[in-house]
């Protein structure tokens, strides 16, 4: 069974600096990228927005708000991703999931797979 575990968030005054940890664990055919989802308050879980994400060849891409301001890193190997974040602001406010995209052992359809969440409020 694969699971992704994350770590971090937390509260913070706009400006501040906040860091997301995410580990993966199980088996899988492959993998084809790990990153970052955020739910805006008020919205559903079907309305997740991407913020970051690099996939199996290290390509990078960052949702426009946050270019400059976050920094995603990873390691195909150990299957982990991290999100620092800087600058921050109100609308950056939200529940982060960590994601990771893969072939399980069992089907070779591909499917999300997502951590428990992480709760990052941005507030004076």
């Known amino acids: 069974q694969v699971q992704l575990v994350e770590s971090g968030g937390g509260l913070v005054q706009p400006g501040g600096s906040l860091n997301l940890s995410c580990a993966a664990s199980g088996g899988w055919q492959s993998k084809d990228s790990m990153g970052w989802y955020r739910q805006a308050p008020g919205k559903r879980r079907e309305q997740r927005q991407l913020?970051?994400?690099?996939?199996?060849?290290?390509?990078?891409r960052y949702r426009e708000s946050v270019k400059g301001r976050f920094t995603i890193t990873g390691d195909n190997v150990k299957n982990t991703v991290f999100l620092q974040m800087t600058d921050l602001r109100t609308e950056d406010t939200g529940v982060y999931y960590c994601f990771a995209l893969i072939i399980p052992t069992d089907t070779d359809v591909a499917r999300y797979i997502w951590g428990q969440g992480s709760q990052v409020v941005v507030s004076s």
């Open positions: 913020v970051a994400d690099f996939d199996h060849s290290g390509r990078i």
